[in-house]
């Protein structure tokens, strides 16, 4: 019966759902994963791998962590010896690509949207599961190759945006720009398969009930993100392939010499790496959203105005990428334009912080950790939304261009937009993931560390910027009267260090010893508290419908729950993208090694490729092999029972 | 009051009718491979954004080179017109289970795509430049090495789709992958097409 038919009350009790002590095991013996090295491999649970993704992208946040730590040790004091300049140039390139591509967007948008869609939407699985891990070990080989690349001294040198012509041909020789390249390709197909595989979930596999006006703001967030990365992301593959084309065989697309261009590249790149800023503040925006009503124990208020200015972020985040050029001399006109473009972005921004302001005014706010950190990014975002408003303006970009005001600006953005959320998000979903409470008290300390640390480092270097100090130089002249800023800059370096080893004590020791919980310890009201902590292999017992925007508050006291997906082969319901009506059902394709040997034969074809260009025709047929004997369908038939097998055309 | 105690049961939404097949825009693979398209059609749109873009610096276009010669990109052109017929054919009696039908669709347009490879690879000896001239020839190169990556991609999914089609795996699911791979033929079609136009007709009319 689907979901929308009133059920008369006399037809009530013939509905109600029978108790089955047996279904537990069955689903089990269905949705386990297979054990051992090979079943790691054959992995398709999306909890899996959204944990995989978010703990990969913590190491590599610690890596990077680490080269920012020796940035600023080398910096600490005019003319240091501790960082040769050739190390430096490494470093910092290293620092922020490890940042962004392996670190941010693989944390907020693939780490957390793998891990909670699927089960906030009450799916049982993410849409085409094996992409999902392909992406993921693509992504894997993407870090080792930069990382291998920098310990076996062919760390990119040339900025984390690889600008020509210094990446080109005429003054990068080697290979170290190329891994740069080559790293992308990899970061961006991992990124555009999980978008793909987000994106469909929410469409295709929300719960009966769950109407587009009912979908959680995470959702939402999650949907735009996705369609952003589907339209950037194709953007800088482009530019990174075009580069190493010119690298390796002799093209002339960044060569003014032979009618090439250089700001070609900076368009290409930046037409990805603007809307690239929103891909990683819109998952932070939208575990504010999720945490706000949460611990307010209320409604969000203005839940249309907020999905609205997220869309327009997502519209408005193509149309500023021109602020990042304003040195390059563009014509007035398009400099005005992209003034007026930036600016008007800041609206829904602003449409969002004043409607959780709104939420929060007034409410039985409970400030437990990770509201905590939710205040931590309303301060340090804000700060950096607002010398953001000031760089929209040409003139003063202009003159803080290239110096420590922007790298103040940005590590406010991305760091407030980004690693405040995540640390809210891990301690929230924390007991989802593992079962257990993380320590409050550690959790402060480590809060308050990290807080005053970070804003020692970065509000000083807004007047650094301000006193002329360039960005990527290795070290300046005492003359310069830099030191003491940069003296402070680099002391909060060492609370944060701390803040962070807090966290990983606190993890760790939750992760061992920490109060054991029940299935939605913080009263929440989305469907992934409406399951067991952690969730079983199949998520949820009887898969949920949902009565209202706030899925658990809003249930009835005797709720539907879908029953007829069959238990002895992986069944999933499929719904309508407006309004989840219940369409059909689909079958989960479960565990394959096949996904882990593509990722391999593609690496091996991507990493060839730098060094020769025979590798794509070589490393073609084994890519292919690996493909066919993926998609290859084996087993039982499609839908071998009942009887006739109904389609729907 | 036992009555009180026991936890009220939920109702039931019995979803054990519904059909397990779904052709059409209710497939999930027909969306993924929508959202595949949009990504393929981006970097299309930056390449062609990228010719054009170059073609604003440069005095004279093509640079001192002849524009690329009509007869392979002509003879390419008829031949995606007309594996149009076939990729429908295939797509239309997919959801019938119509095997005969299916394997004469996937046999036909797999000659039709062995055909324009065979033409493409010509089709790279007559366009007048070498990809190392200058950046009009990179440009032009790449765009058709771009598409001639999907030429071939869909040339082995369809030859795979036609050995399938022999078995007895050829049922259910895989039939719905009959109808998308159509689709995405169309999506080769339509993007070579706009190619054709920029590479032989701007060179010429524009």
């Known amino acids: 019966m689907p979901v929308t038919e009133p059920i008369i009350e006399k037809d009530r009790q013939a509905h109600r759902l029978t108790p089955d002590p047996e279904l537990p095991r069955r689903l089990e013996r269905t949705w386990r994963q297979p054990g051992g090295i090979w079943g790691w491999f054959s992995n398709t649970d ?61 944390m907020m948008f693939q780490g957390f949207g793998v891990y909670i869609v699927p089960l906030m939407c009450g799916a049982r699985n993410i849409a085409f599961p094996r992409l999902n891990a392909l992406s993921y070990y693509l992504y894997l080989g993407g870090g080792l190759l930069l990382w291998i690349g920098l310990l076996t001294n ?36 991992s990124a555009l398969g999980v978008a793909v595989c987000i994106a469909t979930t929410i469409l295709r596999h929300r719960a009966p009930g769950m109407t587009l006006n009912r979908m959680p703001i995470l959702l939402w967030e999650k949907l735009v993100i996705s369609i952003m990365v589907i339209f950037a992301m194709p953007a800088v593959m482009v530019a990174s392939s075009l580069l190493l084309l010119d690298r390796l065989v002799g093209t002339h697309f960044f060569n003014p010499a032979e009618g090439g261009d250089v700001l070609l590249y900076q368009h290409l790149f930046w037409f990805f790496g603007h809307p690239e800023v929103y891909i990683i503040f819109l998952p932070g925006a939208s575990i504010i959203s999720t945490l706000v009503p949460c611990f307010c124990r209320r409604r969000i208020l203005g839940y249309t105005p907020i999905v609205v200015s997220v869309i327009a972020t997502g519209f408005i985040g193509f149309g500023v990428w021109v602020h990042h050029m304003f040195a390059t001399g563009l014509p007035q006109l398009s400099e005005s334009f992209f003034t007026a473009a930036s600016l008007m972005i800041v609206i829904p921004t602003g449409v969002q912080f004043f409607l959780w302001m709104g939420t929060i005014w007034h409410s039985r706010l409970q400030l437990r950790l990770p509201m905590l950190w939710v205040f931590g990014y309303f301060f340090v975002f804000l700060i950096g939304g607002l010398s953001g408003v000031m760089l929209a303006s040409v003139p003063l970009d202009t003159q803080v261009h290239d110096t420590y005001f922007i790298v103040a600006h940005f590590h406010y953005v991305l760091i407030g937009g980004a690693l405040f959320p995540m640390f809210a998000g891990l301690y929230f979903w924390f007991p989802k993931i593992t079962g257990r409470m993380a320590n409050e008290t550690l959790g402060k300390w480590h809060f308050w560390l990290f807080f005053i640390g970070f804003n020692i480092t970065f509000f000083t270097m807004h007047f650094l910027g301000l006193r002329g100090m360039p960005r990527r130089v290795y070290t300046y002249s005492p003359d310069m009267h830099w030191q003491t800023l940069s003296a402070v800059a680099s002391s909060g370096v060492f609370l944060m260090t701390a803040g962070v080893l807090v966290f990983m004590v606190n993890i760790f020791r939750s992760r061992m010893m920490g109060e054991v919980v029940g299935n939605n310890p913080w009263g929440d009201a989305s469907l992934e508290w409406g399951t067991t902590s952690p969730p079983p292999s199949y998520n949820f017992l009887h898969p949920p419908t949902v009565n209202g925007r706030d899925a658990l508050w809003d249930a009835l006291p005797d709720q539907p729950v879908v029953v007829g997906l069959r238990d002895d082969i ?66 039982h038939s499609p839908a071998p029972l009942p009887g006739i097998e109904s389609w729907i055309h | 009051m036992d009555s009180l105690r026991e936890p009220i049961r939920p109702l039931t939404l019995d979803v054990s009718n519904l059909p397990s097949v779904a052709f059409g825009e209710l497939n999930t693979t027909w969306l993924a491979n929508v959202f595949y398209m949009a990504i393929e059609g981006m970097m ?41 017929i076939p990729a429908r054919l295939a797509q239309k009696r997919a959801p019938a289970g119509d095997l005969r039908a299916i394997r004469i669709g996937l046999a036909a347009l797999s000659a039709f795509a062995i055909l324009a490879t065979v033409f493409r690879i010509f089709e790279f000896t007559v366009l007048n430049c070498r990809w190392s001239d200058d950046a009009y020839a990179s440009t032009v190169w790449v765009l058709i090495g771009l598409h001639s990556g999907h030429l071939v991609t869909e040339l082995i999914e369809t030859l795979v789709l036609l050995v399938m089609s022999f078995t007895p795996k050829m049922e259910g699911t895989r039939l719905a992958d009959v109808a998308i791979n159509s689709d995405y033929w169309y999506f080769v079609v339509i993007s070579g097409l706009l190619m054709d136009f920029v590479i032989y007709a701007t060179t010429r009319f524009l």
């Open chain 2, 44 to 84: 299309f749109a930056l390449m062609f954004a990228t010719y054009f873009y170059l073609r604003t610096r440069s005095q004279h276009w093509p640079p001192g080179h002849l524009p690329p010669a009509f007869k392979y990109g002509l003879a390419n052109l008829v031949v995606f017109l007309l594996s149009l």
């Open chain 1, 154 to 189: 062919t760390g990119p040198d040339v900025g984390w945006f690889a600008y020509v012509t210094l990446s080109g041909p005429g003054y990068s020789p080697g290979h170290r720009a190329d891994i740069w390249a080559q790293m992308i390709t990899f970061t961006e197909v």
């Open chain 1, 46 to 106: 999306h909890k899996a791998i959204g944990v995989r993704f978010m703990v990969t992208a913590f190491i590599f946040f610690l890596l990077g962590g680490i080269l920012a730590a020796l940035i600023r040790l080398q910096l600490m004091r005019p003319e240091n010896s501790f960082l040769g300049p050739d190390a430096y140039n490494q470093i910092f390139t290293m620092h922020g690509s490890t940042m962004i591509f392996l670190f941010a967007v693989p």
């Open chain 1, 570 to 635: 992986r069944e999933t319901l499929v719904t309508h993208s407006l309004d989840t009506e219940p369409q059909h059902k689909d079958e989960d394709p479960g565990p394959s090694i096949w996904p882990f040997l593509a990722s391999l034969t593609i690496s091996a074809t991507f990493v060839g490729s730098i060094f020769t260009p025979w590798a794509i025709p070589v490393g073609a047929p084994p890519v292919i092999i690996t493909l066919i004997g993926w998609l290859w369908p084996r087993g």
